[in-house]
Structure formats: C-alpha cells, structure tokens
Nanobody, 124 residues
C-alpha cells in the first residue's frame, strides 16, 4: 500500500508559477515510478507528466511541455511538479499517482495508487 499526499495548490494569475509536492509513504519510494494527472470540472482525468524511479526519465503531455517540470527527491520520498507560465486552461485538481511497476507513461491504468488531489486555479 502506498499513501500519497499532495500540497502546493492555490490561486495564481495567468503567467504565474506554482510548485506542487507529493509526499509518499508505505513503500520504498525509489522503487516507484510516479506521475501527475489533472482533472478539470466536467472533463476526464488527463495525464500531465511522468518520471522514472531514478528521475532520469521524464515524459510530458504536449499541453505542458516547456512550461512544467517533474522532478523527484528519493531521499525525501517526494515528487514535485514545477508549473510556470500558467494559463487559465491549467485550472484543475492535480493528482499525484504511483505506478504499479516501472513504467511511467500517460495511461492512468499504469498507476495503482492515487492521492486526494490539490486544486490549482489560474485566473485570467
């Protein structure tokens, strides 16, 4: 069992930045590939970014490439999502997820454990 707790969401103006954090517990963090997803009101949950167990491999949704950066600190059992140049369309609840294995792709079916989410609101 893995427990995930997100933090760092909030209200920010267009063009601003936020850094989300996700603290993991319950398993050795370095054995878990991780991902971030988001869900806007009335829409499906979408992939945002994924990162390998070591942090050496990352993948991003096209909509956030060049603006968002996923990173991890295995010593702190934490994964981050640095979000820059935020747009109103980035408004959503952001979820942290841990993979069931080593793969960290865009499909939600690859992820076994999910956090409760943190709200990000970008005002225009």
């Amino acid at each position: 069992q893995v427990q995930l707790v997100e933090s760092g969401g909030g209200l920010v103006q267009t063009g601003g930045s936020l850094r989300l954090s996700c603290a993991a517990s319950g398993r050795t963090f370095s054995t878990l590939a991780m991902g971030w997803f988001r869900q806007a009101p009335g829409k499906e949950r979408d992939f945002v970014a994924g990162i390998s167990r070591s942090g050496g491999g990352t993948v991003y949704a096209d909509s956030v490439k060049g603006r968002f950066t996923i990173a991890r600190e295995n010593a702190k059992n934490t994964v981050y999502l640095q979000m820059n140049a935020l747009k109103p369309e980035d408004t959503a609840v952001y979820y942290c997820a841990s993979s069931a294995g080593t793969i960290y792709g865009s499909s939600s079916s690859l992820y076994a454990y999910w956090g409760q989410g943190t709200q990000v609101t970008v005002s225009s």
